[in-house]
């Protein structure tokens, strides 16, 4: 689980195929390799990666093909700079909002223009997950938790500090740069708690499992 504060800005130093999917290496001199264990999951760029390796400041995940074509990762070249968040620990503060690492999907940003000090930026997201986003509610562009301050369609506009614009990737963002998208998870469950009825009963009818919806163990 992640907050969506970004603690450091990482760079891909390797990139390796293999077999349809790829492993990445990712040089993070500023992400703090004191408490980063091999297993531990690290947000890369919003995408929750698992840790196979580490040498020195670098450590190393592999990507697989469903994640490749989910996500901004499959258009990832060396020298990329990501976004990088530490899975959170039960101690910590938490500053944004319930982000989980599971991408939803990709937008792309279609303006950006200067406002007083901060910056405009407007995202376009796909059709599907336009129903979750909502005035003055959380949304993770590429990791970072931000606040929508306005909704139409599906085109979403937020507005970007000084403060964010230094310690993300976003100040890298042009028009028609694709980014990761992760909804609100409170927004998923209950759009899944208020279709519970209707789903159990397409279970049970046979909608899932075998004919009569639930398939036996046959060991």
């Not at 999951?41 to 190393?60: K, N, P, R, W």
């Not at 990709?106 to 005035?135: C, F, H, T």
């Not at 004919?211 to 046959?218: A, H, T, V």
Request: negative net charge; hydrophobic residues 35%; contains cysteine.
């Amino acid at each position: 689980m992640f907050t969506g504060i970004i603690s450091s800005i990482g760079k891909v130093s390797s990139l390796e195929q293999s077999s349809g999917d790829i492993r990445l290496g990712i040089i993070a001199n500023d992400l703090g390799f004191h408490d980063l264990f091999l297993g531990d999951s690290v947000a890369c760029s919003g995408v929750c990666l698992t840790v196979i390796d580490m040498y020195e400041q670098t450590f190393f995940v592999d990507v697989s093909r469903e994640t490749l074509s989910l996500t901004t990762v499959g258009y990832w070249k060396i020298g990329e700079r990501i976004n990088l968040e530490k899975a959170m620990q039960a101690t910590d503060r938490f500053g944004g909002h319930i982000v989980s690492g599971h991408v939803d999907g990709m937008g792309e940003i279609i303006d950006r223009r200067k406002d007083a000090r901060s910056e405009w930026l407007l995202v376009r997201a796909p059709n599907e997950l336009a129903k979750y986003i909502a005035r003055k509610g959380s949304i993770t562009v590429d990791g970072t938790s931000l606040t929508v301050n306005r909704v139409a369609g599906n085109e979403f506009e937020l507005n970007i500090i000084p403060q964010t614009l230094t310690h993300t990737v976003i100040d890298d963002y042009r028009k028609g740069t694709t980014v990761n998208l992760e909804v609100d998870l409170v927004a998923r469950y209950l759009e899944r708690l208020l279709m519970g009825k209707s789903v159990m009963e397409h279970y049970y009818r046979g909608g899932i499992g075998s004919q009569n919806g639930l398939s036996e163990d046959k060991g």
